[in-house]
């Protein structure tokens, strides 16, 4: 039974694994590369287990190094998170939260959420990461990330550590460029049969919950194609490649913006919103205000 390791054994581990090799991380640790292969070949005795193997000049992780590599994540990420509670009473100290921002949501909601943080009493230096959702919520699971905001809940069907809140919700209209409002010769919601139509990304719970929309009025129309990115649909909206879906709660912004119009509004179709934050065993007094502060608006 194993009773205790050495914890810099265990660090340097972790710095390899997470640079990629031992020459970055000599470079990290200001430490020669003999050094830390003796370090780590001494965790790998003590385990009685490989954590790495070469194939060619590559060195990769065993399986057991990559379970290994999940606990020291997670460790390292707490050991960070209980050191900065050290700096709370120092007045002088900026706080940075890195906030993901899921590629398709409106950047104007978004700019709303986060608003509290950057007018707040606290010096907060906010760094704002765009990415697809599934890739910010791993990042956020081993605290590479504070928050992550999103228009998607937590997929049950992979295990992460982290917590979803919802935080609004918006129903969801039709645009189509002024040209075309003006020359449609139906009303709403039969108008649309006349242009194509952009959707979100297919598998997408807004375009399922469209489609069915659809199917439930017995309108066919043609669809110009499907788009994830939010503001390239209003984009390519604006240029008339097809009538195009947006929250209402943005609707001014987006009529201005892009010289579109509402021309209806989808009944019972609506838009959620979500924060996720990572688990974490130490309160966040600054993400636990905001979602509180976001929920009220």
């Keep these: 039974m194993i009773t205790h390791i050495n914890y810099n054994h265990f660090y340097y581990f972790w710095v390899v694994s997470t640079e990629g090799s031992i020459a970055n991380a000599s470079k990290l640790l200001h430490l020669t590369p003999q050094t830390i292969s003796a370090q780590i070949a001494m965790l790998e005795q003590r385990l009685d287990k490989k954590l790495f193997h070469r194939e060619g000049r590559k060195l990769v992780l065993t399986d057991y190094g990559r379970l290994t590599k999940r606990y020291a994540d997670d460790m390292f990420a707490i050991a960070e998170e209980w050191l900065e509670t050290s700096k709370g009473n120092d007045l002088d100290y900026v706080r940075t939260i890195k906030v993901g921002i899921s590629d398709a949501l409106p950047k104007s909601l ?14 907060v230096n906010l760094i704002c ?33 982290v917590y979803c809140h919802e935080i609004g919700k918006s129903e969801i209209g039709l645009f189509a460029i002024n040209d075309w409002v003006d020359s449609f010769k139906k009303d709403f919601p039969a108008c649309i049969r006349e242009k194509k139509l952009l959707l979100p990304a297919k598998n997408s719970p ?3 919950a469209i489609e069915y929309w659809l199917h439930e009025r017995k309108l066919e129309v043609s669809i110009a194609g499907h788009v994830d990115d939010s503001a390239l649909m209003k984009a390519l909206g604006m240029q008339g490649f ?24 989808l009944d019972n179709v609506f838009q959620s919103y979500y924060l996720f934050t990572p688990e974490r065993l130490v309160s966040d007094s600054i993400i636990d205000e905001l979602v509180q502060q976001i929920r009220q608006e």
């Excluded at 978004?110 to 010096?123: C, F, K, M, T, Y």
């Design 242 to 265: 097809g009538i195009f879906p947006a929250p209402i709660a943005v609707q001014d912004e987006v009529e201005h913006q892009n010289n579109v119009t509402m021309i209806g509004k």
């Design 206 to 208: 807004m375009n399922r």
């Design 129 to 161: 990461i765009d990415g697809m959702q599934p890739d910010l919520l791993a990042q956020l699971a081993v605290h590479k990330l504070d928050i992550v905001l999103a228009d998607i809940p937590a997929d049950n069907n992979y295990y992460l550590k």
């Design 110 to 123: 978004v700019s709303r959420w986060l608003a509290p943080i950057v007018s707040g009493e606290r010096a």
